[in-house]
């Protein structure tokens, strides 16, 4: 038996590893003090009212025979398909409830997303980027191609035709760099993905922080995007999803390759792969999308953009250059006096307590620059950030 021998390609992602093996030094080192963490990308407020609510009447559900559910659709409930949908309509974004995947998380999918690509295909991927586009393009035995993003372009690059990506990672509001494409922007990822017959794998886990009525949240408010684009959401940032697991992937019906719809191969993946979502994560998930629901999760987002804020209005009083954080959980800086990340990194936990994460940890480019992210407590942020300007100032 010869095994995968892609994961050979993998390189070890030192990040998170190194980061806890420095707190953790430092902490032994001076045990009376308190860290301000900032690096942390998931979420510190618990679920809404509305989902503990509807958790615990889908568990009573299960305890009785009238209302107990087994197996549920291997797409999603057809209900929750239909509040998806009409979430989508909102913004002008008409779906066929039956384009709408119901799934585990955003994770789970940007991995078996590629079981619909051959292998021959190249994946290309705009860094900084989340780690697990390229580690499950490379599992998957394709050939990854770089582009780097920088300053210049806002974190916000644009294509060219001499680049020759099949499949085309997306990420607005991107994790790391903050940085959130607009129509424009994205109508020329679109119109060059149908141009060369690429598809995109647009990840949107952090649409629901653009508060900027003119900036797209999905791609499908770009003309054309049904016919090049998927689309993978979260909840897990949205809604405090992250301990909870759902999320949803729109395949469109129009997304045709070769005579074969990507749709239907989706619904032959789904249901060969997985017997779907847990009724009661779903009961969860549906509530949600409900009026009260969404007024819900909008306070639990308002306090971690009102973080932003504050970090924001430290970096502005101290004259750093970053983007991020008006739409967007993550907050990008260039690092002080041409610093580099792991350098800043020390000097901050040295000087001030405050842990983020260093840039180079999402790829070579990030190199120079560190990431914030705002889903800390207030408390810990504000301090964080009187004590940014304290020391840099
Ligand atoms: N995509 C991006 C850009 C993320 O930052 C994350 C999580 O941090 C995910 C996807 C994964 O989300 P999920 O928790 O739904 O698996």
């Known amino acids: 038996m010869?095994?995968?021998?892609?994961?050979?390609?993998?390189?070890?992602?030192?990040?998170?590893?190194?980061?806890?093996?420095?707190?953790?030094?430092?902490?032994?080192?001076?045990?009376?003090?308190?860290?301000?963490?900032?690096?942390?990308?998931?979420?510190?407020?618990?679920?809404?009212?509305?989902v503990i609510q509807a958790l615990h009447e889908a568990v009573e559900d299960q305890g009785k025979k009238d209302t107990f559910h087994g197996y549920m659709p291997e797409c999603g409930d057809p209900a929750l398909?239909?509040?998806?949908?009409?979430?989508?309509?909102?913004?002008?974004v008409i779906l066929e409830d039956d384009e709408v995947f119901v799934s585990s998380?955003?994770?789970?999918?940007?991995?078996?997303?590629?079981?619909?690509?051959d292998r021959e295909n190249t994946a290309l991927v705009i860094e900084p980027a989340y780690p697990a586009y390229v580690d499950a393009s490379l599992i998957a035995g394709r050939k990854v191609i770089h582009l780097p993003a920088g300053k210049e372009n806002g974190f916000l690059p644009e294509p060219s035709d001499d680049l020759a990506g099949d499949?085309?990672?997306?990420?607005?509001?991107?994790?790391?760099?903050?940085?959130?494409?607009?129509?424009?922007?994205?109508?020329?990822?679109?119109?060059?993905?149908?141009?060369?017959?690429?598809?995109?794998?647009?990840?949107?886990?952090?649409?629901?922080?653009?508060?900027?009525?003119?900036?797209p949240h999905s791609i499908f408010?770009?003309?054309?995007?049904?016919?090049?684009?998927?689309?993978?959401?979260?909840?897990?940032?949205?809604?405090?999803?992250?301990?909870?697991?759902?999320?949803?992937?729109?395949?469109?019906?129009?997304?045709?390759?070769?005579g074969m719809s990507l749709n239907?191969?989706?619904?032959?993946?789904?249901?060969?792969?997985?017997?779907?979502?847990?009724?009661?994560?779903?009961?969860?998930?549906?509530?949600?999308?409900?009026d009260r629901g969404q007024d819900q999760i909008r306070e639990n987002i308002k306090v971690y953009k009102n973080n932003a804020k504050m970090l924001m209005e430290a970096l502005d009083r101290l004259g750093i250059w970053y983007c991020g954080g008006k739409n967007s959980?993550?907050?990008?800086?260039?690092?002080?006096?041409r610093m580099d990340s792991w350098s800043f990194f020390d000097y901050l936990l040295k000087e001030i307590q405050v842990v983020g994460t260093p840039g180079e940890g999402f790829g070579a480019?990030?190199?120079?620059?560190?990431?914030?992210?705002?889903?800390g407590s207030p408390e810990d942020t504000r301090e964080a950030a009187k004590r940014l300007v304290d020391l840099l100032g």
């Open 2 to 50: 010869k095994p995968n021998t892609h994961y050979a390609n993998l390189k070890d992602s030192y990040l998170f590893f190194n980061i806890a093996q420095k707190t953790k030094a430092y902490l032994e080192a001076h045990p009376d003090q308190r860290l301000l963490r900032m690096g942390i990308g998931d979420v510190s407020l618990p679920l809404s009212d509305v």
């Open 81 to 92: 398909r239909t509040a998806i949908a009409a979430y989508y309509k909102k913004r002008g």
């Open 105 to 117: 998380g955003a994770s789970d999918e940007l991995g078996d997303i590629l079981d619909l690509f």
């Open 167 to 215: 499949i085309i990672y997306l990420c607005s509001p991107n994790n790391p760099t903050g940085a959130v494409y607009s129509h424009g922007q994205l109508k020329a990822w679109v119109d060059y993905a149908n141009r060369h017959d690429s598809v995109i794998l647009f990840d949107a886990a952090y649409e629901a922080f653009i508060g900027d009525e003119n900036l």
């Open 221 to 258: 408010e770009i003309e054309g995007a049904k016919k090049c684009a998927i689309e993978i959401c979260s909840l897990s940032k949205t809604a405090g999803f992250t301990g909870t697991r759902m999320g949803y992937t729109v395949v469109p019906k129009d997304l045709v390759r070769e």
């Open 264 to 290: 239907a191969m989706w619904v032959r993946n789904r249901t060969t792969k997985t017997n779907g979502v847990s009724y009661i994560i779903q009961k969860g998930g549906a509530a949600i999308f409900t």
């Open 329 to 337: 959980p993550y907050i990008w800086m260039e690092c002080p006096n």
């Open 365 to 375: 480019c990030g190199e120079g620059y560190f990431r914030f992210s705002t889903f």
